[in-house]
């Protein structure tokens, strides 16, 4: 008796992963044989035979065939229970119809495969170029400040006291700690922004955070500045001081090399501090603050003041899936904002 595995192949499995021109194709069989990948690239003709059923002539045996078609050899040698074929130079959205014949030992063999049909996709467009956008900050920016005779107390506080128009008529923002009169001092300054309007399908990818530094001291390459996710209410409240402690993990440092416009750039943290379609939360915080180092280095920067329009503002520079953006704080009562480009940082995403 004919050793039916000896003369038929069965197609157990087909894998494929895309080429930059076309696929690799992986067949698994349940014996070992040695394929050949039969393919065309117009579609297979359909026909029908005549049959007898019972004396009876009919003409319901359908059968398909390749008119024109080129057989591919398997890329392993000889007879494997795997077969791999590479098929390049496919052009994009052409589709191709294939099966598989076969041989074992060298012997051509009766078994073939359902037919398959391939279609080698486009590529994905290019993104469309960036967008730039401006978000003006939220009333609410303020500096809250700890203050006691020990450094734990101040900096372990439960409770701070709201700084008003410091420097008025402006609201100037501290960040960082001092030693005066016997006191300690400690400043953690929250920033809001309202990217509510930013799509939720942004995807940031790299940010500045801008404040507009007029005093600077003790702050140094050893002892920056840094960002921190804020947790602060709107508006802000006396104990958001305290609430704002364990939150450690620095989004950004700067040590403030010079006055004016001094960027803070967000690292992988910092970028998840920016909430599309909510409102983006920030904290500046000194390192001795955030580290709990019981020493001294701040910046003051200007805010709004209370008796004109708010001028600071959010530079978003963005595509349907990046997007690049800007935070800024601006001394308000400058009425020529918009000839001062330079002055707007940028956020990517």
């Not at 392993?76 to 589709?95: S, V």
């Not at 300054?189 to 990818?205: E, G, H, Q, R, Y």
């Not at 416009?261 to 970028?271: A, E, F, K």
Request: with cysteine; glycine share 8%; hydrophobic share 35%.
């Amino acid at each position: 008796m004919e050793d039916f595995k000896k003369t038929h192949f069965a197609l157990m499995d087909l894998t494929y992963t895309y080429l930059d021109d076309g696929f690799t194709i992986v067949a698994t069989t349940d014996v070992p044989c040695h394929l050949f990948l039969r393919m065309s690239k117009k579609p297979p003709w359909k026909h029908v035979l005549p049959a007898y059923r019972r004396g009876l002539r009919l003409t319901g045996d359908i059968r398909f065939c390749f008119t024109v078609f080129e057989d591919n050899d398997q890329e392993e040698a000889g007879d494997t229970l795997q077969h791999t074929f590479i098929k390049g130079g496919w052009p994009f959205c052409e589709h191709r119809w294939f099966y598989f014949v076969g041989e074992i030992d060298g012997q051509t063999v009766v078994s073939e495969t359902c037919i398959f049909e391939f279609h080698f996709p486009a590529p994905p467009p290019d993104p469309p170029p960036p967008m730039l956008r401006v978000f003006f900050a939220l009333a609410n920016n303020r500096t809250v400040e700890g203050s006691s005779v020990r450094w734990s107390s101040a900096h372990n506080a439960a409770s701070g006291t709201i700084l008003t128009n410091y420097d008025a008529p402006f609201f100037s923002l501290w960040a960082g700690s001092y030693l005066s009169g016997g006191l300690h001092y400690i400043y953690r300054s929250f920033l809001s922004f309202d990217t509510s309007t930013m799509p939720l399908t942004a995807k940031l990818v790299s940010a500045e955070l801008s404040p507009h530094v007029y005093i600077k001291a003790g702050v140094s390459l050893l002892e920056p500045i840094h960002v921190t996710r804020g947790v602060q209410h709107d508006p802000v409240i006396p104990t958001d001081f305290g609430a704002q402690l364990p939150f450690t993990t620095s989004g950004g440092e700067s040590h403030v090399p010079a006055l004016g416009y001094q960027p803070i750039t967000l690292n992988s943290y910092g970028l998840a501090f920016i909430e599309p379609g909510a409102i983006s939360k920030f904290c500046l915080r000194g390192y001795v603050d955030l580290f709990d180092r019981n020493t001294t280095g701040g910046i003051r920067f200007l805010d709004h003041p209370t008796s004109t329009v708010r001028d600071k503002g959010l530079t978003l520079d963005h595509t349907l899936s990046c997007f690049e953006t800007g935070l800024n704080s601006f001394p308000v009562g400058v009425s020529n904002l918009t000839s001062r480009p330079i002055a707007l940082p940028s956020i990517s995403w």
